[in-house]
């Protein structure tokens, strides 16, 4: 799990770290009363804002489990941006389909601090756009779409599908990039917890 502020990007559109800490923490549950938090696209300036970026590839059922966790997260002021690695498994019509009508899994183990979106009265549909290829144009509105799906046509592994999905998300519109594995479910009060942490060593 990474958590970057401001990351450069090169002319060549490949991520550079230079001058810029990444900070690697692994969070624990913090006790928060019920948040009831609507999914939210970004709308208080005052706020840090935060690209999620996730990089599936054939793992349809992980990238909705995590997305179901992220949506209930405490702090709301995000936009998740799912990069498919020319999965063959259907993970884009799955991940649309579940976007449309939120259901969770009966399967999913419950663990003791994670909120699902989809276990929610309210859980209504999530607004989503598909970026059917890698070359759609970054339209500057990347932070009025609670998730954006994006289909790069190739495999180009981790590191290449997070560049791809900050480069999409562009550097203009957040102020910190969290970069998640599709197998990870986290506590519903994480993200606020790393921005605490972030604001307080800012360096």
């Known amino acids: ?26 969070m624990q549950h913090e006790s ?5 938090s609507p999914i939210s696209t970004l709308g208080d ?19 909705i489990e995590c997305l179901d966790a992220l949506l209930a997260q405490t702090y709301t002021n995000v936009c998740v941006f799912v990069v498919d690695n020319d999965s063959q498994d ?16 009966a399967g999913w183990l419950r663990h003791v601090g994670v909120e699902r979106y989809s276990d929610r009265a309210s859980a209504a549909a999530v607004p989503f756009r598909l970026l059917s290829s890698i070359a759609d144009p970054v339209t500057g509105d ?3 779409w609670p998730v954006t799906l994006i289909s790069t046509g190739k495999n180009l592994g981790f590191a290449g599908g997070c560049n791809v999905g900050i480069r ?3 550097l203009e519109l957040f102020d910190y ?27």
């Open 45 to 63: 300036s005052r706020l840090p804002s935060v690209a999620i970026v996730l990089v599936n590839w054939n793992s349809w059922r992980h990238t």
């Open 168 to 170: 999409c998300a562009s």
């Open 142 to 144: 990347a932070d009025q």
């Open 90 to 105: 259907q993970s884009i019509e799955r991940i649309s389909e579940w976007c449309a009508k939120p259901t969770g899994d």
């Open 177 to 203: 990039y969290w970069l998640l594995n599709t197998d990870t479910v986290v506590c519903r009060d994480a993200l606020a917890a790393l921005l605490r942490r972030a604001q307080r060593e800012p360096k």
């Open 32 to 36: 928060h009363g019920p948040s009831g």
């Open 1 to 26: 799990m990474g958590f970057l502020r401001d990351p450069l990007m090169s002319s060549h559109g490949k991520l550079s770290l230079e001058r810029r800490r990444v900070s690697i923490a692994t």
